[in-house]
């Protein structure tokens, strides 16, 4: 199984804030990763495809970078709305896919 | 607009069964794998299964594998999880999720509480 380690945990921050979340995979996943945010008592939604390619419908401010083990997603100046747990997956291991274990971005 | 409801979750003992249901709408369900991923309280998502577009390739994630079976019915544009033998930590929030070679669109959930 393909370990994914997020860091931090807990990120603290204020809008208009630049964000860097971190994503690790236990062995490489090539470029076969995305990032998802969920919010309270929300589906998560697709941000990031790929490790590199917006969503449908996403903001400029995300972006993500990346391939083999190591991952980032960038927010480039943090809205309100942005403050959420932040999820990474990879699907290198298709179909069995593993997710991160979240970094929750909190208002500072 | 895409649209996935999931429906069949509540609370059952442990040992007991549930059958799950999601409602695909606002796209050719037939032209879509899908999956199911659960999320318990406080915690992250974790993948539970998948189904081909025609339902002929099933696969499963080991805690489930034995005691759970996805199916889908393209006509009735619908996705099943037939989940037996229940334990408390399968307590979570079940999520349906279309897969474009990831999750790209996912439904609200329904929540199964298992009591011990």
């Known amino acids: 199984e393909i370990v994914l380690t997020q860091s931090p945990a807990t990120l603290s921050l204020s809008p208009g804030e630049r964000a860097t979340l971190s994503c690790r995979a236990s062995q490489s996943v090539s470029s076969y990763l995305a990032w998802y945010q969920q919010k309270p008592g929300q589906a998560p939604r697709l941000l990031i495809h790929d490790a590199s390619n917006r969503a449908t419908g996403i903001p400029a401010r995300f972006s993500g970078s990346g391939s083999g083990t190591d991952f980032t997603l960038t927010i480039s100046s943090l809205e309100p709305e942005d403050f959420a747990v932040y999820y990474c997956q990879q699907r290198n291991n298709w179909p069995k896919v593993t997710f991160g274990q979240g970094t929750r971005l909190e208002i500072k | 607009e895409v649209h996935l409801e999931e429906s069949g979750g509540g609370l059952v003992q442990s040992g007991g069964s549930l059958r799950l249901s999601c409602a695909a709408s606002g796209f050719t369900f037939s032209n879509y794998e899908m999956n199911w991923v659960r999320q318990a309280p406080g915690k992250g998502l974790e993948w539970l299964s998948y189904?081909?577009?025609?339902?002929?390739?099933?696969y499963y994630a080991d805690s489930v594998k034995g005691r759970f079976t996805i199916s889908r019915d393209n006509a009735k544009n619908s996705l099943y999880l037939q989940m037996n033998s229940l334990r408390a930590e399968d307590t979570a929030v079940y999520y349906c999720a279309r897969e474009y070679w990831y999750f790209d669109n996912w439904g609200q959930g329904t929540l199964v509480t298992v009591s011990s």
């Open positions: 189904i081909s577009k025609s339902g002929s390739s099933i």
